[in-house]
């Protein structure tokens, strides 16, 4: 997220960051920041060992100084994919609550917080009604909303739930900078009443991004991809775009895909040229994991695909602990982040509304 955010003048000043792979990758894109290192016999990173206070002084700064606050809590919890226990989930289920611990502590002007649309669902509706109350208690005005991507220039249909808070004010969301096509956006437009009229760029596609790749990107050392079965690729010559697995005649299928009871509807499919992708999960190099069949090749996406399609600049490299390139830690990388296009769109829109707020 912050990738974004620095394009339209926010500085970082402290990152707390759990993903040790994370943390190399932060360190060695963008050394200046400050990295929240413990060595207190505690996780490093790990936000429920954090005290605010300890994040000013990193950040050498008081309560109140600080004009953004961001996080995301892990998906997992609230994921349409896997078991959904939400704030019961003992991986991260309850993270929600040191978001606003630390948003109590730091008292910024205002914060973005984002999460997977399922926590939005009746069964973790507690879970938006209590952050709800308790930034209104704090002073902030919150706004919360399901975007897509996609409406912001991002070459994904990757839809999140977003809350924005301000303090002293209700913010507004971003207009989008992309659209469908001109009936959804004249549909959208009668809603405005009275908005200034503008007409937004069409979604960018998955063919204008990996056709305006920089081929020398697929030569570096985080640039990684599955090494297909001949067999594989014969099932992926089958399929055309926007088809998936349930075309491939039976004695083709692996034995896991005959019934097809367990299968999502996206499997093995391969992606369509003329859209944007789907959402990049963390295994977005696995055609068996969605689809991620590349449009015009018989083999799944690579590593720098992935982030061409997450909107990440070209210049920044994925980096791990070890040293040694890991596609399974780059894939996460990748698919954990948010699109840096959708937190530049979301940062301009707050930095006007906290430059207004402070006069």
């Not at 002084?57 to 998906?75: E, H, I, M, Q, Y």
């Amino acid at each position: 997220m912050e990738i974004g955010l620095e394009n339209c003048g926010f500085k970082t000043s402290v990152c707390v960051e759990i993903d040790g792979d994370c943390r190399e990758t932060l360190r060695q894109n963008r050394p200046s920041w400050k990295l929240f290192e413990d060595h207190n016999n505690r996780k490093p990173g790990d936000i429920r060992n954090i005290k605010p206070s300890e994040i000013l002084k990193l950040a050498g700064l008081k309560p109140g100084d600080v004009a953004l606050v961001t996080g995301g809590a892990p998906c997992q919890p609230f994921s349409n994919i896997g078991k959904k226990q939400g704030k019961d989930d003992p991986r991260n289920g309850d993270l929600f609550l040191e978001f606003v611990k630390i948003v109590k502590g730091v008292k910024p002007r205002a914060f973005i917080f984002e999460n997977v649309a399922g926590i939005t669902q009746a069964k973790h509706a507690e879970v938006v009604e209590y952050m709800k109350h308790q930034f209104d208690g704090l002073g902030y005005g919150i706004s919360f909303d399901i975007l897509n991507a996609a409406d912001y220039g991002v070459p994904q249909q990757r839809k999140r739930f977003i809350m924005i808070g301000l303090l002293g004010d209700k913010p507004a969301f971003p207009l989008p900078t992309h659209f469908k096509g001109t009936q959804e956006w004249k549909k959208f437009s009668l809603s405005l009443k009275g908005m200034p009229t503008y007409v937004p760029a069409p979604w960018n596609t998955v063919a204008s991004t990996l056709k305006s790749m920089d081929r020398k990107l697929f030569k570096r050392r985080d640039c990684l991809g599955m090494q297909h079965s001949e067999e594989m690729k014969k099932r992926m010559g089958l399929i055309k775009q926007g088809q998936n697995f349930k075309v491939l005649p039976m004695n083709m299928r692996p034995k896991c895909w005959q019934t097809g009871k367990h299968q999502g509807h996206d499997t093995f499919g391969r992606m369509e040229a003329d859209k944007p992708a789907p959402t990049i999960r963390t295994a977005g190099y696995n055609p068996t994991k969605g689809k991620y069949i590349h449009p015009f090749e018989d083999r799944g996406l690579n590593t720098a695909e992935m982030s061409a399609l997450q909107s990440f600049p070209a210049e920044w490299e994925f980096c791990t602990l070890s040293g040694r390139p890991s596609i399974v830690s780059i894939g996460r990388q990748i698919g954990n982040a948010v699109p840096p296009l959708l937190a530049e769109a979301l940062g301009k829109a707050l930095a006007l509304q906290i430059k207004k707020s402070s006069k």
